[in-house]
C-alpha cells in the first residue's frame, strides 16, 4: 500500500490532463470528470505545491459538485494529505470513507499504511529531538567542567 503513497505520475499525463482542464477553464465550463483528472494527477506529483493544488480541486469537487463521485475524492485527499504529511487530515478523510464503506479492504490499507508512515516519523522526530538534548546537556556538562578548572 505504500506504494500508493509513492508513485508519481508521468510527466506526459500531468501535462495532458492540464491540458484538457486548462481549455475547458478558458471557457468556464470545467466537467467534473476534467477536474477530476487533473486533480487525480496533481496529488500524484512530485511537487508539493501540485499535490496542494490537487487536493484544493478534490475538496472542491467532493464540496461543490452533488453528483461528483465522492468516494473517489475522498480516497484521492487522502492520499494527497498523506503525500505532503497532512497526516491527521488523510485520516480524517479515509473515516469519512469508511463511514459509508467499513469494510473497504483498500482503505483500511491504506489507514494502517498512514498510522504507520506517523508513528515512524513521531519516533524519527523524538530520536532527533532526544539527541538535541543529549548534545544540549553534553556542551552544557563541558561548559561546566571547563568553569570548575578556571
Not at 487533473?38 to 464540496?63: H, M, Q, T
Not at 473497504?104 to 508512515?117: F, G, H, M, P, T
Request: hydrophobic share 40%; charged share 25%; with cysteine.
Amino acid at each position: 500500500m505504500e506504494n500508493i503513497l509513492n508513485e508519481v505520475v508521468s510527466s506526459e499525463d500531468l501535462k495532458k490532463f492540464e491540458k484538457i482542464y486548462n481549455e475547458q477553464l478558458t471557457t468556464s465550463q470545467v466537467t467534473q470528470k476534467a477536474q477530476f483528472e487533473y486533480a487525480w494527477c496533481l496529488v500524484r506529483s512530485r511537487y508539493p505545491a501540485d499535490v496542494r493544488k490537487g487536493i484544493v480541486l478534490l475538496e472542491d469537487l467532493f464540496n461543490n459538485h452533488k453528483d461528483c463521485e465522492k468516494r473517489d475524492c475522498l480516497y484521492y485527499l487522502a492520499i494527497g494529505n498523506a503525500r505532503i504529511k497532512e497526516y491527521t487530515k488523510a485520516l480524517h478523510y479515509l473515516r469519512g470513507f469508511l463511514q459509508v464503506e467499513p469494510n473497504n479492504k483498500q482503505v483500511q490499507d491504506l489507514e494502517a499504511c498512514i498510522r504507520k508512515k506517523m508513528e515512524k516519523e513521531g519516533l524519527l522526530g523524538m530520536a532527533v529531538a532526544g539527541g538535541v538534548i543529549v548534545g544540549l546537556a553534553s556542551i552544557l556538562g563541558l561548559g561546566i567542567a571547563m568553569a570548575k578548572k578556571s
